[in-house]
C-alpha cells in the first residue's frame, strides 16, 4: 500500500509532550484542591486556598521536569528543593499581611513547634497549620507525581488515580452538601478524557513507528466522542436512582470494612482536633468527658429547630438533652455507660421503668448541621432513626440511657423524632416521692471524689438545714446558687492543686453552666440526694406555630397530657446548656436550674384546681403499659408520615428532575446514532449543519419579537428597540454611537442635523474623543457616498472608544455636582 505524502514523520522525540493532555490534567488537580477548599474545614477558611496554589505550581513544575533530560532521581532533587521554598512562602501568606518575612517564618516555626509538642503528648491540637501543612505537601506531591508522570511515562493510570483517591477520601469525610459531590464528578470527567488521550498518543507513535496511514481528522473524532462518552457516564452515574434497599449485602460488607478505619480516624482525631466543626466533618459539641472549663464565646450560628408541644402551665420549659455524666473527677466528668444496643424505629420503646407525673411527647428535630448524638427531650424512649443506644441495664430490667449515637450520622437538614417521656410534676408529687431509691441509683448516682472538700460538704448541711424532703433541699440548693453566685462566660484557670467546685463555690464566685450544674450535683450527693449532670442546649427561641402538636394529632387528652398546640424553637450555639437532673422514686429524672443566666423552672404546686395531678395514677400509667397514655401504633404511623412524605416528595421531585436529564441525554445519543445510521452521514456532518443553522438564525431578540408577534401580543418597546438596534449593519450601529453620547451628555441632536454636525457638536463637548469621532464619520462618509468599502473593525473600535469615553465624561460631571454645594458652604458669606 502507497503512503501518502503527508503522513506525519516518527516521532522521535521521547517524551510525551501532548498541550491538551496537560491542560485537561491541570484542570483536574485543581478540581480535586477545589474539592478540598470547599470543605472549609480551617479557619479562616481561605487557609485551604494554598494547596490550590501549590497545585498550579506544581503542575507547572512536574510538565516542566517530565520533559526535561533530568533523570527520575535528580527530578525528585528538584521536585524537593522546589517544595521546601514554595510551600512555606504559600503558608506564610496566611499570615497576618505587612509582617516581615522573617517573623512569618519563625512564626509558622513556633507554631509547629507546639503543635508536635501536644502530639506527641496525646493532646487534642489546637492549631489547624499541622493540617494546613500536611494537605500543602501531599497536594504538591500529587501534582508533581502527575505533571512528570504524563510527560514522561504517558501512563494514564498512574497519572489519575493518585490524586482520584485523595478526592475520594475528602468525599468520605464530607458527604454531607451534595452540590460538594459534583467535584468529585467532575475530576472523573476529566480523568475519563485524560485516560481516551494517552491512550490515542501511544497508539499514534505506534502507528507512526509501523508507518501506517493516520486521518488527518482521526484526533478531533476521537477527542469529541470521548467528551461526548464521558459526560454521559458522569451524567448517568450520578443521577441514575438507586434504592439502598437491593443492596443489603452491600451495606453489610461497607459496614465491616468501616469499622477497622473509624478505629483509626478514632486515634487520629486529636491530630485534627482543631479543624472547623462543618457539614465536612461530623464533630459533635458534647463527647464521652466533659471539662469544666474556662468558658468560651459562643456564636449566634443555628444549631437546630425543634418543634414540641406548648406547655400549657407558666414556668414550663424543655431542655434539648445531648448525653449525660454520673462519674466526677477533679474537675471533669465521665460518661461510664458501657453497654451499646442498637435500636431502630420498628422496635418498641426503651423500659425506663415506672414513672408517674410524666407524659409521652412527640418532638421533632431539625439540625443545621451534621449531627452523630442525637438531641433528645429527658427521658427519651424512642427514636425515628437507627442509633446505638449508650446505656447500663439494671438489676430490675429497666435500662439507665446516656445518649442516642446516630448509625449512620445525620446530614444538615433532615429531621428527626423522638418520643420522650418529660416530667409534668407537680410540686407536691415530688415532695411525696420519699427516699426509696433502687440500689443501682444510690450506687451510680452517689459518687463523690475523695478531692471533695469539707466546706464543700458543710456548705450542703448549711443549705439543707431544717429541710426533710429530696425536693426542698434541691430546690433551695438551686435557688442558693442562683443568688450567691455571679454568671461569667468566661473564667480564668482555678488554681493550681485547687479543687474546681471548691473555688467556684468559695473563692471566685462567678461561673457558667458546667459550674452552676456541678456544684448542685455534688452538693446533692454529699447529702445523699442521687443527682447527674446532663449536658446539650437549653429551650431556645420560641416561635409559636398555628398547628397542633405531636400529642393532639395522636389523639391523647389533651387536658391529661397538659399541653396545648406546638412551639417551633430556634436554638444557636449561644443556647449550650449544662443542668443538674435529681431523682426522685417513682417519677425518675427531673431538672433543675440553678444557672443564675437561665430563666428559673416553676412546676405547678398540684394543690390548686388548675393544676394536674397524676399521683393517684399506677407508676405505669404514663411510662409503660397503658394504652391511653402511650400513642397508639396506627396514629403514630400516621404522625411520622408527615415527615417521611416530606422526604419522599423532595426526593420524587429529584429524582423525576435527574430522571427527565438523563432521559434527554440518552435521546440525544439515540439520535445521533439514527442520523449516522438512517443518513449514512458523520456525526461531524451534523454538527457542521447544525452550526450553520446556527449562523443563520436571526439574533435572539429578533426570534423573541416574532414570537411575541405570533401569540397576537404586541412586543415591549425595549424588545422592538432592541430587535432594530441588532438587526442593523454593523456600521449603522457603530454609528449610533454618536447619537447615544450626545443624548448621555445632553445634547440631544435634531432630526435634521447632518451626521458632520452631530460629529461637529460632540466633539465640542467631548473634545477627547475628537479622534475616534472623525474616524467613525470618515468610515461612515465612506460606505455612504464612495464605490468603496469601509472598515467595519475600525468603525466599531470608534464607536466603543466614542462610548466608553462619553461615560467618563458624564462620571466626571456628576462628582463635580456633587462636591460643588461642599464648596458653596465653604465659602465666606460677603455681607
Same mark, same amino acid.
Given at each position: ?73 535528580? $527530578? ?126 501511544? =497508539? ?6 509501523? =508507518? %501506517? ?9 476521537? %477527542? ?18 438507586? /434504592? ?7 451495606? #453489610?460488607?461497607? @459496614? ?99 414513672? /408517674? ?32 443506644? @449508650? ?73 439543707? /438545714? ?114 443538674? #437532673? ?16 437561665? @430563666? ?42 408527615? %415527615? ?123 473634545? #477627547?474623543?475628537? @479622534? ?24 466599531? =473600535? ?10 467618563? $465624561? ?22
Amino acid at each position: 500500500m502507497d503512503i501518502p505524502k503527508n503522513t506525519p514523520k516518527i516521532q522521535r522525540d521521547p517524551r510525551w509532550w501532548d498541550p491538551l493532555a496537560a491542560f485537561l490534567l491541570l484542570a483536574a488537580l485543581l478540581l480535586a484542591a477545589g474539592r478540598l477548599i470547599s470543605t472549609g474545614w480551617t479557619y479562616p477558611r481561605g487557609d485551604l486556598g494554598v494547596a490550590q496554589n501549590l497545585v498550579f505550581l506544581g503542575s507547572i513544575a512536574g510538565l516542566a521536569l517530565g520533559k526535561s533530560r533530568f533523570s527520575p532521581r535528580f $527530578a525528585v532533587i528538584i521536585a524537593v528543593v522546589y517544595g521546601l521554598f514554595f510551600i512555606p512562602w504559600q503558608m506564610g501568606l496566611t499570615l497576618v499581611p505587612d509582617v516581615e518575612w522573617r517573623e512569618r517564618i519563625f512564626s509558622l516555626a513556633g507554631r509547629l513547634q507546639i503543635t508536635i509538642t501536644q502530639l506527641f503528648q496525646d493532646k487534642p491540637v489546637t492549631d489547624d497549620i499541622f493540617f494546613v501543612l500536611l494537605m500543602s505537601c501531599l497536594y504538591w506531591t500529587l501534582s508533581i507525581h502527575a505533571g512528570y508522570t504524563l510527560v514522561r511515562y504517558s501512563h494514564p493510570w498512574r497519572t489519575i488515580l493518585p490524586a482520584g483517591l485523595a478526592v475520594l477520601i475528602i468525599q468520605i469525610y464530607d458527604p454531607l452538601l451534595t452540590r460538594r459531590s459534583w467535584y468529585l464528578a467532575g475530576y472523573l470527567f476529566f480523568a475519563l478524557l485524560i485516560v481516551a488521550r494517552l491512550t490515542y498518543i501511544q =497508539q499514534n507513535r505506534r502507528w507512526q513507528q509501523n =508507518q %501506517t496511514y493516520i486521518p488527518p481528522d482521526v484526533g478531533y473524532d476521537l %477527542t469529541r466522542f470521548t467528551f461526548i462518552a464521558a459526560t454521559i457516564i458522569v451524567l448517568f452515574a450520578w443521577t441514575a436512582p438507586v /434504592s439502598a434497599a437491593i443492596l443489603p449485602t452491600a451495606a #453489610e460488607i461497607k @459496614q465491616a470494612i468501616s469499622r477497622p478505619w473509624n478505629t483509626v480516624r478514632d486515634r487520629l482525631s486529636h491530630a485534627f482536633a482543631s479543624l472547623s466543626s462543618s457539614v465536612g466533618i461530623v464533630k459533635d459539641y458534647y463527647g464521652t468527658d466533659l471539662v469544666l472549663g474556662r468558658g468560651n464565646v459562643l456564636s449566634d450560628n443555628k444549631v437546630m429547630t425543634v418543634q414540641a408541644p406548648r406547655l400549657s402551665y407558666a414556668g414550663g420549659r424543655y431542655y434539648w438533652q445531648a448525653r449525660v455524666y454520673d462519674q466526677y473527677v477533679g474537675g471533669e466528668w465521665t460518661s461510664n455507660y458501657t453497654q451499646v444496643q442498637k435500636v431502630s424505629s420498628n422496635q418498641p420503646d426503651l423500659n425506663i421503668g415506672p414513672a /408517674s407525673g410524666r407524659v409521652v411527647v412527640i418532638i421533632t428535630f431539625t439540625p443545621s448541621d451534621a449531627i452523630a448524638t442525637l438531641y433528645t427531650v429527658p427521658e427519651p424512649l424512642w427514636v425515628s432513626r437507627p442509633a446505638d443506644a @449508650q446505656l447500663i441495664t439494671n438489676p430490675d430490667g429497666t435500662v439507665d440511657l446516656a445518649s442516642y449515637e446516630a448509625t449512620p450520622y445525620l446530614r444538615a437538614g433532615e429531621q428527626y423524632q423522638v418520643r420522650s417521656s418529660i416530667s409534668t410534676v407537680t410540686v407536691a408529687q415530688l415532695r411525696k416521692a420519699g427516699v426509696e431509691y433502687p440500689s443501682w441509683v444510690t450506687q451510680r448516682y452517689l459518687q463523690l471524689p475523695a478531692s471533695i472538700t469539707q466546706r464543700t460538704k458543710d456548705l450542703a448541711n448549711q443549705v439543707a /438545714s431544717g429541710l426533710n424532703n429530696p425536693y426542698d433541699i434541691a430546690d433551695t440548693v438551686t435557688q442558693y446558687l442562683r443568688a450567691n453566685i455571679q454568671y461569667e462566660a468566661i473564667i480564668p484557670s482555678p488554681q493550681s492543686g485547687q479543687e474546681p467546685i471548691d473555688w467556684f463555690l468559695f473563692d471566685y464566685g462567678k461561673g457558667f453552666c458546667n459550674y452552676y450544674a456541678s456544684a448542685e450535683v455534688i452538693l446533692l450527693r454529699s447529702l445523699g440526694i442521687p443527682a447527674r449532670l446532663a449536658v446539650g442546649y437549653a429551650q431556645g427561641e420560641p416561635q409559636p406555630s398555628p398547628e397542633e402538636g405531636g400529642l393532639s394529632q395522636l389523639g391523647v387528652p389533651q387536658p391529661q397530657l397538659n399541653v396545648v398546640g406546638s412551639d417551633t424553637y430556634t436554638v444557636r450555639q449561644r443556647d449550650a446548656h449544662a443542668w443538674p #437532673e435529681v431523682y426522685f422514686p417513682g417519677i425518675g429524672w427531673v431538672e433543675f436550674e440553678p444557672t443564675a443566666s437561665q @430563666q428559673p423552672v416553676i412546676r405547678p404546686l398540684g394543690q390548686g384546681p388548675d393544676s394536674v395531678d397524676n399521683s393517684n395514677q399506677p407508676n405505669d400509667t404514663i411510662g409503660h403499659g397503658n394504652p391511653v397514655d402511650r400513642p397508639d401504633p396506627e396514629q403514630l404511623r400516621r404522625l411520622q408520615g408527615g %415527615t417521611v412524605g416530606l422526604y419522599a416528595r423532595r426526593m420524587t421531585v429529584g429524582l423525576i428532575l435527574l430522571s427527565v436529564f438523563v432521559f434527554m441525554a440518552l435521546c440525544i445519543v439515540a439520535f445521533l446514532i439514527i442520523w449516522r445510521v438512517h443518513y449514512k452521514r458523520s456525526i461531524r456532518e451534523l454538527f457542521h449543519v447544525m452550526r450553520e443553522d446556527i449562523q443563520n438564525a436571526p439574533p435572539l431578540p429578533v426570534q423573541l419579537e416574532r414570537g411575541i408577534r405570533r401569540l397576537g401580543l404586541h412586543p415591549p418597546s425595549f424588545l422592538l428597540l432592541w430587535a432594530h438596534y441588532i438587526s442593523l449593519p454593523p456600521l449603522s450601529r457603530a454609528y449610533l454611537e454618536i447619537n447615544r453620547a450626545l443624548k448621555r451628555l445632553g445634547k440631544a441632536p435634531t432630526l435634521e442635523a447632518t451626521p458632520a454636525e452631530r460629529a461637529s457638536v460632540l466633539v465640542q463637548i467631548l473634545p #477627547e474623543a475628537a @479622534q475616534p469621532i472623525q474616524k467613525l464619520l470618515s468610515e461612515y462618509h465612506t460606505a455612504a457616498y464612495s464605490p468603496f468599502s469601509a472598515d467595519y473593525d475600525s468603525a466599531r =473600535q470608534a464607536g466603543q472608544e466614542i462610548r466608553r469615553l462619553s461615560y467618563l $465624561a458624564l462620571l466626571q460631571r456628576l462628582l463635580i455636582g456633587l462636591q460643588e454645594p461642599r464648596r458653596a458652604q465653604r465659602s465666606p458669606v460677603k455681607r
